[in-house]
């Protein structure tokens, strides 16, 4: 299959090389991977042989290690205006990250409450250098939000914070925590909803634990909102399985077919508390969640970005 070749060919590549930070030749390579994977909505990566899972785990890695160089280096950049937010568009992917917080803004609207509240607190956890998702959500959708953003690396929160502090509002609302999320708990109860980035978690079993934990300290009724991947666009992020989101209900699942790579899912805490009999039973919960979110929410509503599948699995 020209795909998988293709994917094969370009991981070869990016393997060999000595750094991943922002060059023409890793410009040039993951937008290859990038152009490749795109198309290929239907292919059903879990079907693939064990190599390939092999190759692809190991891409996940080495997109995540250029995401975090490419952001700390535009994030320094722009750390170098009197005003960097008023040069966010210098970030190639600017505009992606506008449609994504657009998207999430949607999805989290229809779902998050009956009545027209909004959320008050709002935890985004894996923020990095550059938190864009963040600044965007507080900037045009959710005005009056605090945004609490979480890194397990100090230096990424403080290139992070220096891009919001000369703005008045949104100093205020956007605050930077230094943590392993897996080492923050009771606090974890105060949020409305909580955003996990796409690479926290980098496979099945490490993004388990972190939905796992999110379950056991978040709010009853919180919503949790992820990321994950579709098609071929699971060789580039980490795949979230709506089986491991045990503790919550999974309301729904959109795969966009456009640019914006990540497939968003939103689910909210269970309400009552699960008391689990028995193994027996849990595994009922499990299977019961799975065919829930096949009939939870599939009605179509009109997104503004147009080309969106809201798919149900
Ligand atoms: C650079 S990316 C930023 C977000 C990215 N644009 C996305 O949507 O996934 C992921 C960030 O997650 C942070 N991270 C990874 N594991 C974490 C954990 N267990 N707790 C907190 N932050 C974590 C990394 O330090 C990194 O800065």
Same mark, same amino acid.
């Given at each position: 299959m020209i795909l998988i070749e293709n994917v094969c060919h370009i991981y070869e590549k990016l393997s060999k090389l000595e750094t991943l930070k922002p060059s023409k030749e890793v410009d040039n390579l993951f937008t290859q991977l990038v152009h490749a994977c795109i198309p290929h909505s239907s292919i059903n990566i879990a079907t693939l042989p064990a190599n390939i899972q092999e190759v692809r785990s190991k891409l996940i890695r080495l997109c995540g290690e250029a995401e975090g160089h490419l952001e700390a280096h535009f994030s320094t950049i722009l750390g170098s205006f009197k005003n960097p937010l008023h040069h966010l568009n210098i970030f190639p992917y600017y505009s992606n990250y506008l449609k994504l917080g657009r998207l999430e803004y949607d999805i989290l609207n229809r $779902?998050? &409450? !009956? !009545? &027209?509240e909004t959320p008050k607190r709002v935890a985004f956890v #894996? &923020? #990095? %250098?550059? %938190?864009l998702t963040s600044i965007v959500l507080a900037s045009y959708h959710y005005k009056n939000t605090s945004f609490h953003n979480y890194d397990i690396d100090s230096s990424a929160n403080s290139m992070a914070s220096r891009l919001v502090s000369s703005d008045h509002d949104l100093s205020r609302r956007m605050i930077f925590h230094t943590a392993n999320i897996m080492d923050v708990t009771n606090e974890l109860k105060e949020y409305d909803v909580i955003f996990l980035a796409a690479l926290v978690g980098m496979n099945i079993d490490e993004k388990a634990k972190v939905i796992q934990h999110l379950a056991k300290y978040m709010a009853p009724g919180a919503i949790l909102m992820l990321r994950s991947a579709h098609g071929a666009r699971a060789f580039l992020y980490p795949v979230v399985d %709506?089986? /491991? +989101?045990? #503790?919550?209900? /999974?309301l729904s699942i959109f795969h966009p077919d456009d640019d914006v790579i990540n497939s968003v899912v939103i689910s909210r805490k269970f309400v009552e508390p699960v008391n689990y009999i028995d193994k027996e039973y849990q595994l009922d919960i499990g299977s019961l969640m799975a065919s829930s979110c096949k009939y939870c929410d599939i009605q179509p509503f009109t997104l503004p +970005? #147009? $080309?969106m599948k809201m798919i149900d699995e």
């Open positions: $779902h998050y &409450s !009956t !009545t &027209s #894996g &923020s #990095g %250098p550059l %938190p %709506p089986n /491991v +989101l045990e #503790g919550f209900d /999974v +970005l #147009g $080309h």
